[in-house]
């Protein structure tokens, strides 16, 4: 028996006309006021059919009703948390690695008041979060001790509670005890690139304290995720992922919504595989709740622009942050803060 799964598209931008909605044309994304869609595509293992809101009522009873019930997911306002406004906005989420060895920034900010400084500078600049983090997960990297990664990062997590209350810091780590004793010091979001499968105790620290958290898809381990990843479907194996894993997490007894999806760019994915998720990256939205990218610098991006790579990849990073935009995605994961800021003022601008 064929699964269905649906996703948004034919997106529209501006303040959304009621009269429109009220005739059926189109259906905000996410309640929102200043995205509409009017089309759906309608996703199988074997095929994928592209339709108009309009004609849904055409659609075979069982289809109907499944796609009926995803557009409600769709359309629905997601969940505010911690004084986020997922509705209306894209927030970023400015990076902040306290390592010798990241892929991008490794040993910029291994000093205590280089990595504080650098916060204040991101949190300056715009970004709603700043996820610091003390050990690599690039491609290849092996993992490392929880007492080197807790003297990288403690000092700085320390200072936390010199920074403004809405200025929001996640801790980016695979080990539940540097998620509780972050948490302790006022990290008030947990960032596990494992999905939570690295350390068993994790679920444990996440009930006990009720913390938020992204639930982001690897394959496999850091060290061996990008040999020769293979899927059945990305796009779909990804969202069973998420799926499956917040049923185990509710059975956990994690009741609350306080979860960002984050479908792992660059995390066991090829240059293929990473387009495939990006162009319908929508899909999620069906899941119900709010979804991040880490878009920032990426591999795929010097893949795709072969001879115009450079240092940074702002370009790209600018372009893939867009787009995502477009798509009504909540949160960017970014080095850049400033800059993707600026393209996104300039951009919301423009298509007034």
Known sequence: MNRYYTRACNFYYGEISKKKIKLKQSLPLNNRQDISFDHVEIISRENVKKISISKIHKLP????????????????KVKNFLNLDLNNKTHLMGVLNITP????????????????????????????????????????????????EWNRI???????????????????????????????????????????????????VLKQTNAPFVLQHSLDDPETMQINPKYKNVLLDIYDFFEQKINHLRKSGITHDKIILDPGIGFGKNLNHN????????????????????????????????????????GGTLGSGIFAFKQGIQILRVHDVNEIKQGLIVYQELIK
Do not use: C, W
């Open 61 to 76: 009873k069982s289809i109907k009703i499944k796609v009926k019930k995803d557009i409600l997911k769709i359309t629905r």
């Open 101 to 148: 060895d990241s892929f991008s920034d490794g040993g910029k900010y291994t000093s205590e008041q280089k990595a504080y400084n650098q916060m204040l500078k991101l949190f300056g600049d715009g970004a709603s979060i700043v996820d610091i983090g003390g050990e690599s997960t690039k491609p290849g990297s092996k993992p490392i001790s929880e007492n080197t």
């Open 154 to 204: 403690h000092k700085v997590l320390k200072k936390i509670k010199k920074i403004k209350k809405n200025n929001l810091v996640s801790i980016d780590t695979r080990k539940s005890s540097i998620m509780k004793k972050s948490l302790s010091l006022g990290v008030k979001i947990v960032n596990d690139v494992s999905g939570l499968n690295y350390d068993k105790d994790t679920i444990n």
């Open 275 to 314: 387009l495939k998720i990006l162009k319908n990256i929508s899909l999620y939205h069906t899941l119900g709740f709010p979804i991040l990218l880490g878009i920032s610098r990426k591999r795929f991006i010097r893949e795709i622009s072969k001879n115009n790579d450079s240092d940074y990849r702002l």
